[in-house]
Structure formats: structure tokens, C-alpha cells
């Protein structure tokens, strides 16, 4: 039997737009996720409802302390707290929060929040474009206070952003509308930046403020291989783990850009305004540990420059290698799921392996699962056989992974029940609890428990497999 430290933490996660639902109530604004959630609603779900985790909230975490859960990863919607973004405090948005977290706490569960889920208030980007403009980083600095100051008695474990690195590529959850790419990666690294000053912010103030608390990133966690043994493809592989990745935990680690970093946004002429006092801040800030998101990973193969593209292919856009580029592949010695993720528990093992090696802090996974359809049958089973094999071989590659020497703190599935996914509406389910709802068809909303709940459940109750 693979069993697992006694302090190992078992747990699920979610986010509050995924979720949440009650998208305007008790004084709670629109925001970025709650707007494009809109614009798609005619093809799926939107975040009008989600889960409607705000009026089950109890039914639910009873459910998760019958699951046998230590740990809930969950994140705090700032348009709740404070709904201008940067105004007055909502004092129903607090009371919501608070009674979810006391409710945790009856309940045996730790709870771990996560500051920032993608959710800039829109009051925010009608103002100045949200995160292009550093006010932003002062206002999200006043509501992660807020939330300390609020939550920070009984709330200890906290992450600043979720995915940084992965969100600043993508336009939607960034607001950029720019059509022209080199305007809008202006945009990107400008945000970026504003981002980064802002974690730094919120990593010092949780320190300052609440007694015994722990703060750190979480990441979209990258692992490339190389196409072939060629060099060339092996440093392809590299070039796209840094630049995906490894970037971002290096100026959260280090409080600076590294050198083939900033050398890019030098020379693509994107490097970001600073001003006096940026360096200190930055390297002021350390984060006590390392959360990261993990579910594929990639293989690349390198081109040459040519005339056409003398810096590398889709220069000034979001996919970049310095001195070459490269195309991403498949990777033909992995299965994927339907929906396009290559399954790779092997990557897991070396993810959480390579991040450790540099960095030396305890390590957490914050989100690890499957999408896919399920099918809800006329016994009002959910036959999840395909979800428990995923798991499964995760969960032993991070047995192999602590085995190695890595400090493992937990792991926290995606996701505890079933909610709104950004591309697929309720599509595509990651949950251990089936919602009974479809994009179009609210039904009952009733919570349903797949195969999966109890063998996680027979996992936790075990210490392991």
C-alpha cells in the first residue's frame, strides 16, 4: 500500500465565478469572468447560477466533510467583497465569506483561499482597463487587505493569483481587445508586470497581518519534451517550459525577470514601465510555498529563424523563443482525453521534482483532474471509472514524486463538484458530485455523488492507495 505522510492534506478545489453563482446579489458586482460568461450564454452556461455554491454552500460542505476532506481550496471573489473595485467594503459579501469559512471550520475543514481566480471587477476595466493601469495593483492591494484583516483570524493558508502565467496569455480573461498583436502584448507585459507588483503587495501584507499565515503562487505548472534527441528540440523544450512557466516562479522567487526573459521583452521592445522602489518591493516579498495546477504536457520541436521571423516565430505574440522557434506537437506516446489534454502522470512526477530541485519549498497541487461528459443514468448513478483511473495514477506519481525527496504539503483535486467550465459550460464536469443542471436546463440542481466520491473518499480514509 502507497500511503502518504500523516500531515499530507487531502482536499478539492474551486473558484467563486465557477461556482458561486448569485452573480448580482447582496450587492455583488459584474466582473470579467461574470461578462464573457454573458456573451457566450446564447451557446452555454454562463455564471448566473454556476453551481449555486451561495445558497447551498452548507449542503455542500457537508457533503465534503462526509467526503472526509482536511483541506478546501477555494477563492474569494473580489467584485463581492468590494464591488467598484476599489471603493467601499460590501459587508454582505463579507458575511457570506465568513460564514463559509466558520462552516469549514465546524466541519473539521481547513480552508486555503485564493485571492485572485481571474475575477477583475468590470467596474475596474471600465476605469482604467483593470490590471493595464497600476492603480489596479493598489486597489487589488486594499481588497487582499480587506480580506486578511476580515478572514485572516481563522483563514492561514493563502494564494495571491491563480495562473498568472497562464491567464496573461489569454485576451478574454485579460480584457485586451486590441486587434493589433503588437499593441496588445504591450498590453500583456504591462499587466504582467502590474500583477507581479501586486502579489508582491499582498505576499507582505499577509505576512504583516496575519499571525502564523503562509502565502504563495499558484501556477499553471508546464513540463515540454522534446519532439526528438535533437539539441535543437531540446532546447525548444526548455525555451517553452521557461517562458510558460518557470518565468513567473522566478520573479516571485528571485524579485527580478530572468536574463532570457527580460533580453526578450528588451529586444521585442516590450519591457514594462517601472518606477522607483519596484526592485525592493519585489524582492522583499517571499512566498512560503509553491501551489501549482497540473493536467498535460507538451512537446515542442525547434525551427530556425529566418527573414520572415528574425526573432522567432509569432514574434510579439504570446508563443516566443529568443533565438529560434519552435511548433508544438503531439506527443504520440500519450493518450488524450476528449477534450484534448494529453494524460501524462509521468509529467507529474517531474514537474513536481524539477520545481522543488530549484526552488526548495514545500510544494502543493491546487488543482489535478479530469473533464469530461458524464453521463448521469436512469438509477441516478454517475459510472466515473475513467476519472478514478486518472486519479489514481496521479496520486501514485506523486507518491513516487515524495519518494524522491520532494516536499509534498497536499493535494487538491479539481474539482469538488461539478461547475461552470470557462470554454465548455456544464460540458464538461471535473467533479467528484454530479450537479444536476445542463447549459439551458437548471433541472433540480441536486447534488448527486459519482463513483469517484467514494473511492476518494476510501483514498483519504486510507492515507493513500
Known sequence: MKQFPKDFLWGASSSAFQI????????????????????KSHIQADSKVASDFYHHYKED????????MHIYRFSISWSRIIP???????????????????????????????LFHFDTPYPLVEKYNGWADRRCVYAFEKFAKVCFESFGDRVKLWQVHNEQNLMIRVDERMNIEESDSYKADVLRYQMDYHMFLAHALATNACHEMVEGGKIGPAVSSTITYPTTNKPEDVYAAKMNNRFKTDYCLDVHFNGEYPGYFKKYLMECNLFPKTEPGDEELLKSAKMDFIALNYYRTLSASFLPV????????????????????FKIDKNINLKASEYGAQIDPMGLRLVLNDYYDRYHLPLIITENGLGTADVLTEEGKVHDDYRIDYLKNHIEAIHDAIEDGVDMMGYCLWSFMDLLSSHQGFKKRYGLVYVNREDHDL???????????????????????
Open 306 to 325: 529566418d527573414e520572415e521571423h528574425p526573432l522567432g516565430t509569432k514574434h510579439n505574440d504570446i508563443d516566443y523563443d529568443l533565438y529560434g522557434y
Open 61 to 68: 460542505i457537508a457533503l465534503m466533510k462526509e467526503l472526509g
Open 443 to 465: 433541472k433540480d440542481m441536486a447534488r448527486i455523488k459519482k463513483d469517484s466520491f467514494y473511492w476518494y473518499q476510501k483514498v483519504i480514509q486510507n492515507n493513500g492507495l
Open 84 to 114: 467598484d473595485g476599489d471603493g467601499e467594503v460590501n459587508t454582505k459579501g463579507i458575511d457570506f465569506y465568513n460564514n463559509v469559512i466558520d462552516c469549514l471550520i465546524e466541519n473539521d475543514i481547513i480552508p486555503f483561499v485564493t
Open 20 to 39: 458561486e453563482g448569485a452573480w448580482n446579489e447582496d450587492g455583488k458586482s459584474m466582473n470579467v469572468p461574470d461578462y464573457n460568461s454573458f456573451k
